[in-house]
Every structure is written in structure tokens, then in C-alpha cells.
């Protein structure tokens, strides 16, 4: 994830299909586990940690040999990357044959690596790359087929939602042209995807475009009850800021020829992995006021912290109050199998929660370091809860 960039649609999505044992019947929930940090537990503490929370789902942005190796015989599922630097070597097939033995073959099945994203907003990040976008996929792709693991580990690219360049009202959705025609790379993205049966990754993160657009209701972008927005188009009214960015890539998809515009075919073009959507990267930052050192020293830092965050208003911009509210909802919803959207009220939904710890070491704006759930102890810095069991308590 890189803030510095985002604008008023930006974040990551990916389309997964996965049998993970905390689905209900629409989705599944994991988290991204970045490490830019120097004040982090060790993987396998970690994996105790995803474990006792009942977290059976990850993604790490490698294919680091500590973290694989401390997952192995967990039973989590993990989402890997080939990163960005790699990704022009990729291009060469031997270079991708080398890379999947030697970070795939060697770990999996007891590390049950289920999905690899081959560079990571590269539109965005590395433009110079675009075009080595697909052939690297094709490639890794191969390379599993011919380890016979094609049908067990898929291959895609998360994509910045930034390359959306119209996501209001969502039937009108549709990828960006200008700077940089984006469509043809997407198309062969959308190829890809639906002649291997794989995902389309992309970034969500609503409350970038709340905090860009003043007039948006605070509760439709963290999935509260609210009055809810028409999209003139269909008349269909959206109650969360997520789903209408989901229908716009859905639609963007359809303009693409991958269904038809108002998505009622989309299933169909893009085979099953137009019925299931995981959102890979989401999440909503905390406000950190006190000195981290402090807050993670002591009970009485933590609690005092809290108490300014108590004290601050809802109505703007990152909080603990609000991060608790976005992806608890969004847990509820898909432990609950609410997963579908307005224009696809029958599609399925992951959703892998960013982050799992807070990032000290990470470029770019403050607010990028202070998406985490846990503190590096392992105490959560607000109450949520990832267990099927308490979807009912949570709803009483």
C-alpha cells in the first residue's frame, strides 16, 4: 500500500476462492501481515498469535523464508508476492521456473500457500513495468502447471484502485485511459484471469475517498446504518462506500467485455471467480497521539491513549473508534455470509484486513504506519473479534 499516491478511489481487492475452515457460507477473513518494523514478535510467534485469534487466513508481501517456514503445518493459508524488482526477471521463463521452486515448491503443501500476486500496484509504482505484467504471470503461472500445483495456488496482480477511472455511480465504473491507457493490460489481466480460473486483485480503502470528499457520510464509509446513495443509473441504493467501489470495478470488468454492463453476466465471462470476491488489502488507520514507545510500555500508556481517543470527535479522519467500526462491520458481515453487492447480490466475498501490526519503519504519510490490530505484545489496540461464535453476540 503506498498513501502517497491514493486518491478518492484507491486500495486493494483480490478474487479468491478458498475452502479456509472460518468461512461462512460467503467468505473468508485473514489479514495482511506487513513487517517495515523493528519492534515486531518473531513469525512464529505471530503464527501463535494468528492462530489464538482464530485468524486462519494471511498475506505477506514476499516469500520470506523465516515467515513460510514458521507457517508450515499451521493450517493458515497464505497469499505470497513476487515482488515488484522481480518482476522484470519473471518475464524471462527459466528466471519464473527458478523463482516458484525455490519460494513455492520447497514450502508448499505444508505451508498451504493458496495465491501469489505477481507485483503490487505497478501501474502505480512501476509504470516502466506494465507491459511485463502479464507475460511474468503466464509465466509463474507455467511454472506451477508444471509442479502440477496450477489448480491449488493461484496467479494474479493487485492493482490500485486509482486505476478505476470513474467509480460514481457504480454501473458507470470503468478503467482509466488517460495518463496511461490502462485498459489494454487490464483486458489482458481479465484474459488471464478467466482462461486460469484465477482472481483480479485490487485496493479498497473507503476511507481515503471519505477523507477527500467532505459531503460523504461518515457511516456510509465505515458500513453503519445510514440513508444510504442512489446510483441513477439502476436506482439501486448503496448503504456502504465499499460496496459501490466493488460494483465500479465490477463494472469497469463488464465495459471491458468481461460481462455486460450491468454485471448480470459477468459470472459467466469471467467464469467462478466472478462470483467471489476477496478484498485483499482494506482497513481503517487509528490515531496515535502518544509517543508509540509509551503507549506499548505499560497498561497505563495504553489506557491513557485510549482515553484521548475516547475524547475525540467521529467525524473526521482516522480514529480507533472508527477503525473498530470498518472492519468489525466487515467481519460480521462475512462471518454472517453478507457478502453480496446491490449489483451482485449473490457474489461471494474475502476479505483480508490491513494490518495486523502497525508499521514504524514505513514511508510516506504518518497515517500509513497506524493501520495495525495488534500491538507488537499481541494486545489488540481495539476490540474485535475474528470467531464465527461471537457473529450473534456481536449482533445483539
Known amino acids: 500500500m503506498d498513501l502517497s499516491f491514493v486518491t478518492s478511489t484507491s486500495g486493494i481487492l483480490l478474487l479468491c476462492l478458498t475452502d479456509n475452515g472460518l468461512a461462512a457460507s460467503g467468505g473468508v477473513i485473514g489479514v495482511d501481515y506487513g513487517r517495515v518494523a523493528d519492534n515486531l514478535p518473531s513469525p512464529g510467534r505471530v503464527v501463535d498469535l494468528l492462530k489464538t485469534n482464530g485468524i486462519g487466513a494471511v498475506r505477506i508481501y514476499d516469500t520470506n523464508v523465516e515467515v513460510l517456514r514458521a507457517l508450515s503445518g499451521s493450517g493458515i493459508k497464505v497469499a505470497v508476492a513476487l515482488p515488484n524488482d522481480k518482476l522484470a526477471g519473471a518475464t524471462n521463463p527459466d528466471v519464473a521456473g527458478t523463482w516458484v521452486w525455490e519460494n513455492i515448491g520447497k514450502y508448499y503443501p505444508n505451508t498451504q500457500i493458496h495465491a501469489i500476486a505477481v507485483g503490487n500496484e505497478v501501474f502505480h509504482q512501476r509504470p516502466d513495468l506494465s507491459s511485463s505484467i502479464v507475460p511474468a504471470m503466464w509465466n509463474v503461472y507455467n511454472a506451477l502447471n508444471n509442479l ?126 466472478g462470483k467471489k470476491l476477496a478484498i485483499k488489502e482494506t482497513g481503517h488507520p487509528t490515531r496515535l497521539k502518544w509517543p508509540l514507545s509509551i503507549i506499548q510500555s505499560s497498561p497505563e500508556g495504553r489506557r491513557r491513549s485510549g482515553m484521548e481517543e475516547a475524547s475525540l470527535s467521529r467525524e473526521r479522519g482516522p480514529s480507533a473508534e472508527n477503525a473498530q467500526a470498518y472492519n468489525g462491520n466487515l467481519i460480521e458481515r462475512i462471518l454472517a455470509g453478507r457478502t453480496g453487492t446491490p449489483l451482485h447480490p449473490d457474489a461471494d466475498m474475502d476479505i483480508y484486513i490491513f494490518s495486523l501490526f502497525n508499521e514504524n519503519l514505513k514511508e510516506g504519510p504518518e497515517v500509513e504506519r497506524n493501520f495495525g490490530i495488534f500491538y507488537p505484545d499481541g494486545t489488540k489496540v481495539y476490540d474485535i473479534d475474528f470467531r464465527p461464535a461471537e457473529v450473534g453476540a456481536r449482533g445483539a
Not at 439501486?236 to 471491458?256: F, H, I, K, R
Request: glycine content about 10%.
Open 148 to 273: 502440477g500445483l496450477a489448480g491449488a495456488i493461484k496467479v494474479s496482480s493487485p492493482v490500485a484502485f486509482s486505476a478505476v477511472a470513474k467509480s460514481f455511480p457504480p454501473s458507470e465504473g470503468i478503467f482509466r485511459q488517460l495518463p496511461g491507457d490502462l485498459q489494454p493490460v487490464v483486458r489482458q489481466m481479465l484474459d488471464f484471469i478467466r482462461r486460469t480460473d484465477s482472481f483480479f486483485m485490487i485496493n479498497l480503502y473507503p476511507y481515503i475517498t471519505y477523507m477527500e470528499n467532505p459531503g460523504i457520510d461518515l457511516n456510509y464509509a465505515l458500513g453503519l446504518p445510514n440513508n444510504g446513495v442512489r446510483d441513477p443509473r439502476t436506482g439501486l441504493m448503496y448503504y456502504s462506500l465499499l460496496d459501490a467501489q466493488l460494483d465500479a470495478v465490477y463494472s469497469g470488468m463488464a465495459a471491458l467485455g468481461f460481462g455486460d454492463h450491468l454485471g448480470n453476466s459477468t459470472a459467466r465471462a469471467l467464469g467462478a471467480a
